[in-house]
């Protein structure tokens, strides 16, 4: 554990009521709200009624029978409080050695006993990562560097999810274009979004006219395309929904389907033409059926026995993984391990699976679709009292009705050894709010499956997306953000700041580059998991918001405090070896306040790991930056007043840089040396 004054001076209290007066009431400390009462508080309330005395007659005994250490400088009751003020210079040269002697100030061995896997990302490779589903990529590297910061043993994976039924058609697509050596110029990942965005709109114009052929609709031209709503489509299809008795349930849910794709449509033929008419010309010439071929593909690619199909699949998914990954290393964000779901699928393991539930009577038949009896498996098994879980949860589908098997169903078998592969103690997965019922469901069916103690390890660490001011993000339509291009954006806008500043052509860019990575990652992860995100380029690289690019500049000036040091013969070298032999000298309110957050640092790491609150470490850093930047302007340092004074502030220049490469390292933030 960390050994902080608080804490000690908490234990000291509590031994004493404890041997003197057999206290059972917990002793709480929190900072006063002024500092005239004080640094450390403690309510004596509870405990003083516990005893059958007052408060003040409690810390007249207290205040008489303990001897507090030397840091204590007072000590005095307001109002059923103790409060305890400190000696600042005993603190502060407590502190700040401490600080000197550790390699990486706040690094610890708290989790040492853990082995914890953290999966993040698992994007689908139908196009390129966006910033929706970027969050949890950020959120993801934070909490495993972080966990690997206070010693666990962390493993990070990313599971390949390339059996969904949408990469089927996008395969059809891409191999469509590769036998026409059509070439790709472009990021792979980027291109195959627009391959997978015309594909699935074929598919869906070709339902649509199945749909509207049900309805009575005649196609009156045999020679227009089943994939293109044409001029004729678009002049008959209304004509013929309204002439429909508007007491047809199917007539306006039809509508709105054809005015979606009529704009989609639109949409792609202006935004990527070249893609979407050529493989519009070639799905139409060479595909008889695209969703009956749709259809054969993902139950060949399931079974994993059509070496042909499979190795599509895999050249694909690999294009779409390969350049999910050369965005993430951008951002300085790295996976030790890749899990394929087409592996999971073809180990056999997801029938014996089923045929256990199955015989567990926890699946239930609508027709032909298999669902899973969640409620049922979490009142017969504890897991509602274990939880305090008191909603009805929802059966959840992992058979569809032409019999294959949904993602669900075969990441209850993946999740069946995940931690086995790596020994893990926990497991969480960093994945989307909008998937907690599947989450829930396999952990549910573990416990079905008598796998309580695998089940208990899995958590799921869920968030909202993140959306960038004035844009809309829909995938299926190539319409999205992605992190490669606020990459760019934030680029030019740092640009623009420092181009003023007498930097090389080639120091710019390496300065570009690394506020550009550090100020996007940053401003996804100080806002609340929980919340919305919007996401504004400006704020995200401006050094005077709370941004990646301001802690970066607290740095750069801390060392340039520093680096400016022999110019006035002050050996900073010289000041940091003799920390230990006197007391360091406090003046004023500001230094004092930015060794008390220094102090806190170690802490705080540990909050955000128990709480899972990454956030909290990028909304302390903020703060530590801001008192440091208030320290700057009230408290000269290389010329101070007097030599003591320059040797106590050469410290606490030398610790606050310290700090900010604890707190950057655990937030993956380049620390730049100048800016």
């Known amino acids: 554990m960390i050994s902080r004054p608080y804490d000690e001076i908490k234990l000291l209290i509590e031994n004493y009521l404890k041997k003197e007066f057999s206290t059972k009431s917990d002793l709480i ?9 004080g640094d450390i508080s403690f309510p004596l309330f509870n405990i003083a009624k516990e005893l059958k005395i007052k408060p003040e007659e409690l810390s007249e005994k207290i205040i008489a029978e303990i001897s507090f250490p030397d840091i204590v400088e007072k000590v005095n009751l307001q109002g059923g409080f103790l409060n305890l003020t400190f000696n600042r210079s005993i603190f502060v040269t407590q502190v700040l050695q401490t600080i000197l002697e550790q390699t990486k100030y706040g690094q610890n061995s708290s989790l040492s006993s853990e082995r914890i896997i953290v999966e993040h990302t698992s994007s689908n490779p139908t196009g390129p990562l966006h910033i929706g589903n970027f969050r949890g990529s950020v959120l993801g590297d934070v909490l495993g560097r972080l966990f690997s910061f206070l010693g666990a043993a962390v493993n990070v994976r990313y599971y390949v999810n390339d059996l969904g039924r949408q990469i089927a058609p996008l395969v059809i697509g891409y191999f ?11 990021k792979g990942d980027l291109w195959l979004g627009k391959v997978y965005a015309s594909m699935y709109t074929f598919l869906e114009i070709q339902q649509l006219k199945q749909k509207l052929s049900m309805l009575g609709w005649k196609i009156k031209d045999s020679s227009v395309s089943l994939y293109r709503l044409d001029d004729t489509d678009l002049k008959t299809v209304p004509e013929f929904l309204n002439s429909l008795p508007k007491e047809n349930e199917e007539k306006d849910n039809t509508h709105k389907w054809f005015m979606k794709l009529t704009r989609i449509q639109s949409s792609l033929i202006e935004r990527i033409p070249e893609v979407y008419e050529k493989l519009n010309k070639l799905t139409s010439s060479k595909i008889e059926n695209l969703e009956s071929t749709t259809n054969q593909y993902v139950k060949n690619y399931q079974e994993g026995k059509d070496k042909l199909i499979v190795e599509k699949f895999r050249e694909v998914t690999k294009i779409a993984l390969d350049g999910h990954v050369e965005t993430l290393n951008l951002f300085a964000i790295f996976h030790d391990d890749f899990d394929w779901e087409s592996d999971v699928a073809w180990s056999g393991e997801v029938q014996t699976m089923l045929a256990e539930l199955e015989d567990k009577k926890y699946l239930r038949h609508d027709e032909k679709a298999r669902l899973l009896k969640n409620d049922i498996i979490a009142e017969e098994l504890g897991y509602k009292t274990k939880y305090s879980i008191s909603y009805e949860i929802p059966d959840t589908i992992i058979i569809n009705s032409e019999g294959i098997t949904l993602y669900p169903c075969r990441d209850i078998v993946y999740h069946l050894h995940k931690l086995e592969k790596f020994n893990a103690s926990q497991c969480y997965n960093v994945i989307a709010k909008m998937q907690q019922l599947p989450q829930l469901s396999v952990r549910l069916a573990l416990y079905g499956l008598n796998r309580t103690d695998t089940a208990d390890r899995i958590h799921h660490f869920d968030y909202e997306y993140v ?3 004035g844009r809309k993000m829909a995938g299926r339509e190539f319409d999205y953000v992605t992190p490669d291009e606020l990459f760019v954006l934030a680029q ?11 930097y090389s052509e080639e120091e710019q860019q390496n300065i570009a580059n690394k506020i550009a990575a550090s100020s996007i990652k ?12 919007a996401f504004d380029v400006k704020k995200a690289v401006d050094p005077n918001e709370n941004s990646g690019s301001f802690l970066q500049y607290s740095y750069a000036r801390a060392l340039s405090i520093l680096s400016r040091s022999s110019k006035h013969d002050i050996n900073v070298q010289k000041i940091l070896e003799s920390t230990e032999k006197e007391n360091l000298i406090i003046e004023k309110q500001a230094e004092w306040e930015l060794v008390k957050l220094m102090e806190e640092l170690p802490s705080i790491l540990i909050k955000a790991a128990k709480s899972l609150r990454p956030d909290s470490v990028a ?39 310290k700090c900010l490469e604890s707190l950057f390292e655990v937030m993956g933030i380049e620390a730049l040396e100048k800016m």
């Open 29 to 37: 400390w929190s900072k006063p709200p002024s500092v005239e009462l």
């Open 176 to 186: 469509l274009l590769k036998e026409a050596k059509y070439k790709i110029e472009e």
């Open 467 to 469: 959306s960038l001011i």
């Open 492 to 502: 030019e806008e740092i640009k623009t700041i420092i181009e003023e500043r007498n």
């Open 522 to 533: 940053y401003h996804i992860l100080k806002m609340d998991p929980q919340k919305s995100v």
């Open 619 to 657: 909304n302390f850093s903020y703060s530590l930056a801001s008192s440091f930047h208030k320290f700057y302007d009230a408290c000269p340092v290389l010329k101070a007043e007097t030599p003591e004074l320059i040797k106590s502030r050469v410290r606490i220049v030398f610790s606050i840089s």
